[in-house]
Antibody, heavy 121, light 108 residues
């Protein structure tokens, strides 16, 4: 059974960086497209970034483009989200999610339990 | 960016009855419309995609309908475990795929 476990969240000052990890088990990460989705406190869902299984392209929401980088390490079956120049509005629970297929469909079939990021001085 | 608008924000329904949730897109999304369920403290779960195709292990009391810009999620014979927040999502025009603001289904 597919399982995703996020880690790396915490409290960080504005302008600083943080790297989130998403460890996959029960399936091979490199055979699926993967995404990051966030949820600000008391708010709805916001898609953040995605990449297909072949890593040929990277896609970002405009709100994070140029500041966040999605990547994966197939040898570790782990995906990452490198976040730089963090802002207060980046405060959210960050979920990693597995796509339905190897190409991006944006159908988020499996989700981790999330890791909380708080950007505050 | 396509804006998704859900109504109502909160829906109160008694167990055993039927709940009807609505979702409107700012432009046509063809059949590329999905629904997710999120319970307090949990991650979202994919319920439905392609308007009316149930995801794995989703019971038949969940059904989807609509076309173009207007969509409906219907939950019949409401069970206690169905009370949650429901989000619609368009994945026709991306990036970004976009979600509605959610409808909270609460027990009446």
């Amino acid at each position: 059974q597919a399982q995703l476990v996020e880690s790396g969240g915490g409290v960080v000052q504005p302008g600083r960086s943080l790297r989130l990890s998403c460890a996959a088990s029960g399936f091979t990460l490199r055979t699926y497209a993967m995404h990051w989705v966030r949820q600000a406190p008391g708010k709805g869902l916001e898609w953040v970034a995605g990449l297909p299984s072949d890593g040929s392209n990277y896609f970002y929401a405009d709100s994070v483009k140029g500041r966040f980088t999605i990547s994966r390490d197939n040898s570790k079956n782990t995906m990452y989200l490198q976040m730089q120049s963090l802002r207060a509005e980046d405060t959210a629970v960050y979920y990693c999610a597995r796509d339905l297929t190897s190409v991006i469909t944006n159908l988020l079939e499996s989700w981790g339990q999330g890791t909380r990021v708080s950007v505050s001085s | 960016e396509i804006v998704m608008t859900q109504s109502p924000a909160t829906l109160s329904v008694s167990p055993g009855e039927t709940a009807t949730l609505s979702c409107r897109a700012s432009q046509s999304v063809s059949r590329n419309l999905a629904w997710y369920q999120q319970k307090p403290g949990q991650a979202p779960r994919l319920l439905m995609y392609g308007i009316s195709t149930r995801a794995t292990d989703i019971p038949a009391r969940f059904s989807g309908s609509g076309s173009g810009t207007e969509f409906t999620l219907t939950i019949s014979s409401l069970q206690s475990e169905d009370f949650a927040i429901y989000y619609c999502q368009q994945y026709d025009y991306w990036p970004p795929c976009t979600f509605g603001q959610g409808t909270k289904l609460e027990i009446k």
